[in-house]
């Protein structure tokens, strides 16, 4: 192969120092380290970019390499170049050491860190899927799919427990980061390969409370999604491995309450984006002083969402946002929704070559006193904005808010225009009504045991729902069955969306009084549902109060309130709507 432009810029001091895993590594990269230092001017392909590194892939030799370039412009890791550490030699040593012990890792073939330039070229793990992605693929495959988590599960507890055995700590531990051999017979043994070793750090004496947290950021993002058996199962093969002391339960406690404190630490972080120019979201300028904020990718995906698995430009959302008003028009376009305090219409719009299906939200402020406070305060598409990324971080499904806009004169606010993507899916009450109701010829598409059992499910997730929305300190005043849309299929389990994001707001804590209120919303609201009996109700009550490993629940103080406090909103809501229809009958009634 002819020598490239980058290949003959290279000086034989910095091809001095270029660090071998061993000969043969340094056979096969020694005449195309001029590739490694420019993968662009070699055509690799780019597999991820943000401001700390960017990935490359490629081929040498029959080979398919991976090629980490560190480019860090924090004045920590600029320090830390000119006294010889890197983020390269980091985990190049690290692999070395953690395969000695027993722990698989990507194999590192080459590191260098000299005159600005840091990479790391290791050997592809392939065929293979990250563990996050496995997950959600063996859950949709029922009862075989279980049973290779299980299998997986219990290797990964021996993997982490060997890693801390040796002494090391992996500062980005989660399922992301650990790699599912796929070549091997899917029954057969299980096959993990730990990766992104730059972040790892080497201690002498592992404590107790340094290595619950370790595990903590691995359970973050697994904790609502595996059992408390399977939890169990992993801390069992993890303190064999390990050598650790003290009892399942009390290293379980401890890891839940680091994991807690670590969720909450990293869904803030990631809130702060939402207003900041990045990969995920941007600011936005429009003509006739319109200002707001959009997406360009979303990292969730979540209530089938299109628009999630899209990417977007600045420039594809100011040219599809040029003329805001002309979204509000109903030509091309159907109005869902005309009261008094807002406008809803769906229509689709074009992004770039994307053409989505999205309700546009304009708010009419109809109490005049509420526009000093609006000078104040964001509007409340741009809250509704913020809290709906929030749920959609934290798994909670949501419609995905695809733009917020507001147009201001100095603090006065004149308008305001939210854009969310469309779900197809049936309304709560609409979904009762429709698939667990009883049709008057009989003729139901589903059996008896079928609508039970749908039933039953429906009513526990959103129990599960409420019960989340609270944990995380949200609290919503306006939560009832037309706000939330059931996605379901014949074979698959039901999805809750929860929709109409104005009624949403954070709470600094959640007090008992807080909880019974959304309680009692809910259950007010499936109280109008004929579908819906008392068991369901009383099953949708269970939904919240169960927690993993709680055992049994006193349920009975819980009813006994809640239907006092559902009764007393009934009465209530009859006695609006009576002082409503008396102010609107004619005098000659």
């Known amino acids: 192969m002819a020598p490239t432009r980058q290949q003959a810029s290279v000086t034989p001091a910095a091809l001095g120092k270029v660090v071998y895993a061993d000969e043969a590594a340094e056979s ?17 392909e780019q597999v991820k970019h943000n401001d700390s590194r960017t990935v490359y892939r490629g081929s040498i ?11 860090s412009r924090s004045p920590l890791h600029r320090f830390m170049r000119r006294l010889g550490s890197s983020d390269a030699m980091r985990e190049m040593r690290f692999s070395r050491h953690l395969q000695d012990r027993g722990v698989p890792t990507a194999e590192a073939l080459a590191a260098t860190c000299a005159n600005g330039v840091e990479w790391l070229a290791t050997r592809a793990v392939a065929p293979a899927m990250p563990a996050d992605a496995w997950h959600a693929q063996q859950l949709a495959l029922g009862q075989a799919g279980q049973k290779r988590i299980d299998r997986v599960i219990a290797e990964l507890g021996r993997m982490v427990g060997r890693m801390h055995a040796a002494g090391i700590i992996h500062s980005d531990l989660h399922c992301g980061n650990v790699m599912v051999r796929t070549d091997g017979d899917p029954d057969g043994p299980v096959k993990l390969v730990l990766m992104d070793l730059h972040r790892a750090s080497m201690r002498r004496k592992l404590s107790r409370g340094a290595r619950s947290k370790n595990l ?5 993002d697994r904790y609502y999604i595996t ?66 904020c959009v997406v360009l990718a979303s990292k969730r995906h979540m209530a ?27 030509d091309g376009a159907v109005v869902y929704k005309e009261g008094k305090s807002s406008r809803v219409i769906r229509r689709k719009i074009t992004v770039g070559q994307r053409e989505l299906d999205v309700f546009v939200k304009q708010t009419i402020q109809k109490r005049r006193w509420k526009l000093l406070l609006d000078c104040l305060r964001p509007a409340r598409p741009t809250r509704a904005f913020s809290l709906g990324h929030s749920l959609l971080t934290r798994r909670i499904a949501t419609a995905l808010p695809l733009a917020a806009l507001e147009r201001r004169v100095g603090p006065v606010l004149l308008d305001s225009i939210l854009i969310t993507e469309a779900v197809d899916a049936q309304r709560m009450d609409t979904f009762l009504e429709t698939w667990l109701g009883e049709t008057p010829n009989g003729d139901s598409p589903l059996t008896v045991n ?3 059992l749908l039933g039953r499910e429906v009513l526990w997730q959103l129990g599960r729902l409420l019960q989340r929305l609270h944990d995380y300190r949200f609290a919503h005043r306006d939560l009832k069955a037309t ?107």
């Open 28 to 44: 096969m990269l020694r005449d195309r380290v001029g590739e490694l230092y420019a993968p662009t001017e070699v055509a690799w």
């Open 61 to 71: 030799d029959g080979q398919l390499i991976y090629l980490k370039h560190f480019h």
């Open 216 to 220: 903590a950021q691995l359970l973050h």
């Open 227 to 292: 059992t408390r058996a399977q939890q169990i199962r992993f801390l069992k093969h993890y303190l064999k491995a390990s050598g650790a002391a003290g009892s399942i339960r009390g290293w379980q406690m401890l890891i839940e309450h680091f994991a807690q404190m670590h969720s909450r630490r990293q869904h803030n972080q990631r809130d702060r984006r939402v207003f900041r120019d990045g990969k995920y979201f941007s600011r936005i300028r429009l003509p006739g002083a319109w200002r707001g």
């Open 304 to 330: 089938g969402s299109v628009g999630a698995s899209c990417e977007f430009t600045v420039e594809q959302w100011q040219a599809a946002l040029a003329d805001p008003p002309s979204l509000l028009e109903s």
């Open 450 to 452: 079928q609508r039970r």
């Open 483 to 589: 706000n939330l849309l059931v996605r379901w299929s014949p074979g698959q389990s039901p999805e809750i969306v929860l929709v109409d994001l104005d009624g949403l707001s954070r709470r600094m804590m959640m007090t008992a009084r807080c909880r019974f209120q959304g309680l009692m919303r809910l259950n007010v609201s499936l109280l109008k549902c004929p579908a819906v009996n008392r068991a369901g109700r009383l099953r949708m009550l269970m939904g919240y109060l169960r927690r993993i490993g709680t055992g049994r629940v006193a349920f009975k103080p819980y009813w006994r309130t809640l239907e006092q406090w559902s009764g007393k909103k009934l009465r209530q809501q009859i006695r609006v709507r009576r002082r409503a229809q008396k102010a609107v009958r004619r005098p000659n009634q």
